[in-house]
């Protein structure tokens, strides 16, 4: 396939991907699913794509699609993601892959009966930060890993969320907090053990969890490294950050405490400096490598759409990797068996913080 015709359902930061599938060589956006058809044709005329739906399932019909973005509600992502592998789209979406175990599993087994290429489109490792780790990693420089911290604090209180939001206990969604962690060591999650700090006000509490906190230990598969990671959601009042601290024996890597004060790296017994991490434009094919700047020169036609460099840079790694998977017919950087562990690894990580912090074994794929 030297083109792939990409469909995108859901356009609030979903939109940010229009422009990049149209730059790319290898794709193009040639449909558009939103349920609200004003707001579906306000978007469809500002960047002139004439397929527009407005039930997903119809979208599903287009023999013209080749491949679906799905970047809908949070709790819609499971059923549409297994309904387009059995349409026979290869599939990205943004995380959580699903919200149960049991979907994550079936979507595996869908991965592998179809044939399709599915990749849940996880941000925090194509990020500027994260790509720069790992180039350090792979260098040599970081050494043996000993351990890891991840982190996402996010205070969501205000009003213009969507209900089912609200109270939603704070691992079920852990990705961006796990993904660095596992893509680190190169290994997936094997075990869980979290417990729940603090409460959250009752009128949240719509899921039985009043946890204001959960932070959780992971150990690795074939690995004597462990990590552990902490998220919450409502009623903790910090500045917004989603982060990774690891440590190796010959450097380690911290991120910033405050936005813009710039990650520290620490080498020797007590040198340490600063670092700002560079743009990634350089990874990328010329003709999307501008979507990865911090300070990006768009088309005026997409300027209302386009919200900077989307999520640490990573939407155009993100659209890369998923359309360079079908152009070479290979599995995705984020296929399926290892989106399940990341998502069942937060999943599980609050079951077992409603049992009082008990062992759980995560599902080997």
Known sequence: ?????????????????????????????????????????????????????????????????????INTDFMEHGWMTKESLKAGKH?????????????CLEIVKLE??????YMMMETAVYTREFLYFKKLLDEGQIGKIQFMRGSHVQNMGLPGWDDYWYGMPPMINGTHAL??????VGKPFLTVR?????????????????????????????????????RSLFDVIRQYRESFDIYGDKMSMEWEQLIDENPVIFTGFED????????????????????????????ESHVAFLQGSGHGGSH???ANEFISAIVENR????????????????????????LGGVVIEIPQL
């Open 316 to 318: 155009p790694h993100l």
């Open 331 to 354: 599995k995705s950087a984020v296929h399926a068996k290892k989106a399940a562990n990341w998502t069942m690894a937060g999943l599980l990580a609050h079951e077992s913080a409603k």
């Open 1 to 69: 396939m030297d083109k792939v015709r990409v469909g995108i359902v859901g356009l609030g930061f979903g939109a940010e991907f229009i422009p990049i599938y149209e730059k790319m060589n290898n794709a193009e956006c040639v449909a558009i699913c939103r349920r609200d058809k004003e707001k579906l044709d306000k978007l469809g005329d500002a960047v002139g794509i004439d397929k527009r739906y407005t039930d997903f399932m119809e979208m599903l019909k287009d023999p013209d699609i080749d491949a679906i973005h």
């Open 179 to 184: 993904s660095p962690m596992s893509e680190a």
């Open 272 to 299: 340490a400096w600063r670092v700002h991490v560079p743009d990634t434009d350089y990874m990328l094919p010329k003709e999307i490598a501008s979507f990865a700047l911090r300070h990006q020169s768009v088309d």
């Open 112 to 117: 592998e009966e179809t044939g399709k290429v």
């Open 194 to 230: 979290c417990i729940g700090s603090g409460k959250i006000r009752d009128e949240y509490d719509q899921y039985g969890c009043s946890f204001a906190v959960e932070t959780a230990q992971y150990t690795f598969k074939d690995s004597d490294v462990a990590c552990e990671v902490s």
């Open 91 to 103: 599939t990205a979406c943004t995380i959580n892959m699903a919200f149960t175990v049991e979907d």
